[in-house]
């Protein structure tokens, strides 16, 4: 276990919340907090100067919002893409649902408890994607129509069938559905390890960098459809 600790940058433009999330990430031995940002602009400047493992972004920001901040961050073409934690709340899930797409590696609720916030950074510093399954069909199923016209920079649904084995499809469905590996494991009767080496080969053929990607993609090629949310 490496003793490195995680370094993590705060984007919040209340001052009492970026307080908090300080001394929340502050009294863990493993995490460092090495600078703080109350915009978006604030955000990439000091993202690019520290270079933190983790950054948690706020959504509603002066300046720069934490959607573009995130897109500049962790967006599509990105050459060294930085892990975005983003936190909101229930009213603003579709700002949320857009910084997923701009390439955040998951996202949590502002009420979240402070060890589900420590234990979100871990899970993102571990190159791991933090995508709730409580809410992802409320949120991801809600947005997916507006997927729908195919990008050219990802696969269509034919590409997708051809580029998986009918286990890994079985596989990406049920993390669409927001199945946890767990879940999975348990509703096709494997072990949680060979979902894992399932989810690990489906980032790899499509080349996608985490789960949420390919939570997103499920919906964008149509493989999933938006009235199973």
Avoid: W
Wanted: hydrophobic residues 45%; proline residues 4%; aromatic residues 4%.
């Amino acid at each position: 276990m490496s003793t490195t600790p995680i370094r993590v940058l705060i984007c919040e433009d209340h001052e009492l919340v970026r307080t908090g999330y300080t001394t929340v990430f502050s009294a863990q031995p493993d995490m460092e907090v090495v600078g703080e940002a109350a915009d978006g602009r604030a955000a990439l400047e000091a993202a690019r100067r520290l270079l933190p493992d983790v950054v948690v972004m706020d959504i509603r920001m002066p300046v720069l919002d934490g959607i573009a901040a995130t897109r500049q961050l962790a967006g599509p073409g990105v050459a060294a893409p930085v892990k975005v934690l983003v936190v909101t709340t229930f009213n603003v899930d579709e700002y949320a649902y857009e910084a997923l797409r701009a390439g955040a590696s998951g996202f949590l609720l502002k009420d979240a408890r402070p060890e589900e916030l420590v234990d979100g950074v871990r899970t993102i510093a571990r190159g791991d994607s933090l995508l709730a399954p409580a809410v992802t069909r409320a949120l991801i199923g809600h947005f997916a129509e507006r997927l729908r016209p195919t990008d050219s920079s990802r696969p269509a649904l034919q590409e997708v069938v051809r580029a998986l084995t009918q286990r890994e499809l079985e596989v990406l469905e049920q993390l669409a559905e927001g199945l946890s590996n767990a879940e999975i494991a348990r509703r096709l009767a494997i072990s949680t390890e060979t979902v894992k080496t399932y989810v690990s080969r489906i980032l790899t053929k499509l080349d996608l960098r985490d789960r949420v990607q390919a939570v997103v993609l499920a919906y964008r090629v149509g493989l999933v459809a938006a009235d199973q949310g």
